[in-house]
T-cell receptor, first 114, second 111 residues
Framework: RKEVEQDPGPFNVPEGATVAFNCTYS??????FFWYRQDCRKEPKLLMSVYSSGNEDGRFTAQLNRASQYISLLIRDSKLSDSATYLCVVNILFSGAGSYQLTFGKGTKLSVIP | DAGITQSPRYKITETGRQVTLMCHQTWSHSYMFWYRQDLGHGLRLIYYSAAADITDKGEVPDGYVVSRSKTENFPLTLESATRSQTSVYFC??????????FGPGTRLTVT
C-alpha cells in the first residue's frame, strides 16, 4: 500500500466551479500535512499547511481527519490560473535528521476550462 | 535573492558516464534534499543532508552519491548513468521548518 494516495485525475472543471481533492495516508504516525502545487515543468511549491481544525486561505480550504487518515483540499470559484497538479504531502516523524523528510503523493491534475 | 539554483537545467549523457548535478542555496538552510520525479511515481527522495558532512539515504539511493562539504552546496553524482536514471531531479532545502523550497529542476536524459 502506498504511503500517500491521491486520485490522479485529471479533473477538468469550468471556471467558477468548486472542486475537491482527496488524499489518504497509511502511516498513523504522520505528524504534519501539506498541499503543494506544481505547475507543468516547474518545481513544487507549498500551497498550504493542513491543520487538525481545518484551515482556509482565500478560495482554498484544507481539512484533516486523523481518525480516517484523510486529507482534503477544496477550491472554490476556480480560476484558469488554478490549473496545475496538486500534491498531497505528509511528514512522518522520524528521530534525528530524518524528521524533516516529506512523503509526496503522486499528485492530482486539475485543468480549469474557460 | 537567488534562493536555490540547480545546474545544469538540461543534460543528455550516455549510459555508463559519470554525471554530477549541482545544487546551490543562498539561505544557509541546514537541510537539503535530492528528489527524482518520474511519471507514475511522483517525487521520491534520493538522499538528504542535515548539515555539512552529514548525509543519509532516502527511498531510492542506489546508483547515486552525494557530498556536502559546504552548507550551501549539495551535489548529486550518478557514478555510472543508466537509462533508468532518466528523470527530472529536484533539489530542495529547509531551515528546519517543514516547508521545503525547491530548485527549478534538472532534466536528465541518459541515452
Amino acid at each position: 500500500r502506498k504511503e500517500v494516495e491521491q486520485d490522479p485525475g485529471p479533473f477538468n472543471v469550468p471556471e467558477g466551479a468548486t472542486v475537491a481533492f482527496n488524499c489518504t495516508y497509511s502511516n498513523s504516525a504522520s505528524q504534519s500535512f501539506f498541499w503543494y502545487r506544481q505547475d507543468c515543468r516547474k518545481e513544487p511549491k507549498l500551497l498550504m499547511s493542513v491543520y487538525s481544525s481545518g484551515n482556509e486561505d482565500g478560495r482554498f480550504t484544507a481539512q484533516l481527519n486523523r481518525a480516517s487518515q484523510y486529507i482534503s483540499l477544496l477550491i472554490r470559484d476556480s480560476k484558469l490560473s488554478d490549473s496545475a497538479t496538486y500534491l498531497c504531502v505528509v511528514n512522518i516523524l522520524f528521530s534525528g535528521a530524518g524528521s524533516y523528510q516529506l512523503t509526496f503523493g503522486k499528485g492530482t491534475k486539475l485543468s480549469v476550462i474557460p | 535573492d537567488a534562493g536555490i539554483t540547480q545546474s545544469p537545467r538540461y543534460k543528455i549523457t550516455e549510459t555508463g558516464r559519470q554525471v554530477t548535478l549541482m545544487c546551490h542555496q543562498t539561505w544557509s538552510h541546514s537541510y537539503m534534499f535530492w528528489y527524482r520525479q518520474d511519471l507514475g511515481h511522483g517525487l521520491r527522495l534520493i538522499y538528504y543532508s542535515a548539515a555539512a558532512d552529514i548525509t543519509d539515504k532516502g527511498e531510492v539511493p542506489d546508483g547515486y552519491v552525494v557530498s556536502r562539504s559546504k552548507t550551501e552546496n549539495f551535489p548529486l553524482t550518478l557514478e555510472s548513468a543508466t537509462r533508468s536514471q532518466t528523470s527530472v531531479y529536484f533539489c530542495a532545502s529547509t531551515t528546519g521548518a517543514l516547508e521545503q523550497y525547491f530548485g527549478p529542476g534538472t532534466r536528465l536524459t541518459v541515452t
